[in-house]
């Protein structure tokens, strides 16, 4: 699998909105700023992520971004999807033709049955993954922190 920063920058930015939509729309520059994240990837990354519907752009002043679905209806897999990051961990990307175009067409690499499992396997995964997991998983480490620093100024009661 070749998950490159475009699908790791894509499920970050989405955890960040989704924790953020509750106070009204999220604009890409504070997404930018907690995430350092550059303002014009996060453009090009949401312009694909709202052609798929999975986030809604509002204009104007106090404008931003909205989740277009419930946080429990975007799985991580619509997301890398959305934003064309490719899932296959198989030499000839899924067409059969692992040893390249000079040898005859459809000879597979000994190895190609195993990657191909893996893709599904993969793609499996990170559809059973929704942005409201990771949402509540990110909740739960800032509770988590927050405790810890509560503990460590001593004002624990």
Same mark, same amino acid.
């Given at each position: 699998?070749?998950?490159?920063?475009?699908?790791?920058?894509?499920?970050?930015?989405?955890?960040?909105?989704? =924790?953020?939509?509750?106070?009204?729309? !999220? &604009?890409? @520059?504070? #997404?930018?700023?907690?995430?350092?994240?550059? %303002?014009?990837?996060?453009?090009?990354?949401?312009?694909?992520?709202?052609?798929?519907?999975?986030?809604?752009?509002?204009?104007?002043?106090?404008?931003?971004?909205? =989740?277009?679905?419930?946080?429990?209806? !975007? &799985?991580? @897999?619509? #997301?890398?999807?959305?934003?064309?990051?490719? %899932?296959?961990?198989?030499?000839?990307?899924?067409?059969?033709?692992?040893?390249?175009?000079?040898?005859?067409?459809?000879?597979?690499?000994?190895?190609?049955?195993?990657?191909?499992?893996?893709?599904?396997?993969?793609?499996?995964?990170?559809?059973?993954?929704?942005?409201?997991?990771?949402?509540?998983?990110?909740?739960?480490?800032?509770?988590?922190?927050?405790?810890?620093?509560?503990?460590?100024?001593?004002?624990?009661?």
């Amino acid at each position: 699998m070749r998950l490159t920063t475009k699908g790791r920058f894509a499920v970050t930015a989405m955890i960040d909105l989704a =924790l953020r939509q509750d106070h009204g729309p !999220v &604009t890409l @520059a504070g #997404i930018s700023a907690r995430q350092e994240i550059s %303002l014009s990837y996060l453009e090009q990354l949401f312009g694909k992520l709202r052609r798929h519907e999975i986030v809604e752009s509002v204009r104007g002043p106090g404008g931003g971004y909205n =989740l277009a679905r419930r946080a429990e209806d !975007v &799985t991580v @897999a619509d #997301i890398i999807i959305a934003v064309d990051e490719p %899932l296959d961990a198989t030499q000839c990307g899924g067409k059969e033709n692992c040893h390249g175009a000079e040898h005859q067409l459809g000879t597979r690499c000994m190895t190609h049955d195993l990657w191909a499992t893996l893709n599904a396997k993969m793609v499996d995964y990170l559809d059973s993954v929704s942005l409201k997991d990771l949402v509540d998983q990110q909740k739960q480490k800032n509770m988590e922190q927050s405790v810890v620093v509560i503990h460590r100024n001593h004002i624990v009661a």
